[in-house]
């Protein structure tokens, strides 16, 4: 999937950090990705990411840099497992689906987060993360 002209003017104000990076699921520090439901954070990206796990073996990553005004240092979204959800609660309130990114309250954001690549190696428990 190579990003196009629609994509990249859409995230203008998000700097696009080269991002290639492997967790290891079944590890300490991200055991939480081994059912579904579980997710976790990466300090790779701009903001760093989010990772959820949607459906047995099957990941999601969308970058923590709110899209509502992503130069402010403070925008950046956090996962709220108590009502399933994306908040950038430091500064716009918006939120965002952690399934698909896209913004579940167009008062604020109206552009998805910026999503990123994943494959997932089962017998290895291993999780690629691209931008490429």
């Known amino acids: 999937m190579q990003s196009s002209c629609k994509e990249d003017h859409m995230y203008k104000d998000i700097p696009n950090i080269f991002t290639d990076t492997t967790i290891?699921?079944?590890?300490?520090?991200?055991?939480?990705?081994e059912s579904v439901g579980g997710w976790g954070y990466t300090p790779n990206g701009y903001k760093g990411l989010f990772i959820y796990c949607s459906a047995p073996g099957e990941y999601v990553a969308f970058e923590r840099c709110c899209t509502y005004d992503p130069r402010l240092p403070e925008s950046m979204v956090y996962y709220n497992p108590d009502e399933l959800v994306l908040i950038d609660s430091a500064?716009?309130?918006?939120?965002?689906?952690?399934?698909?990114?896209?913004?579940?309250?167009?008062?604020h954001a109206t552009i998805p987060l910026r999503p990123y690549r994943?494959?997932?190696y089962e017998n290895r428990k291993m999780?690629?993360?691209?931008n490429y």
Do not use: E
């Open 24 to 33: 290891y699921v079944g590890s300490m520090l991200y055991h939480n990705l």
């Open 91 to 107: 500064c716009c309130g918006a939120r965002f689906s952690p399934w698909t990114g896209s913004p579940l309250n167009n008062d």
């Open 118 to 120: 994943t494959q997932y």
């Open 127 to 130: 999780l690629k993360i691209t």
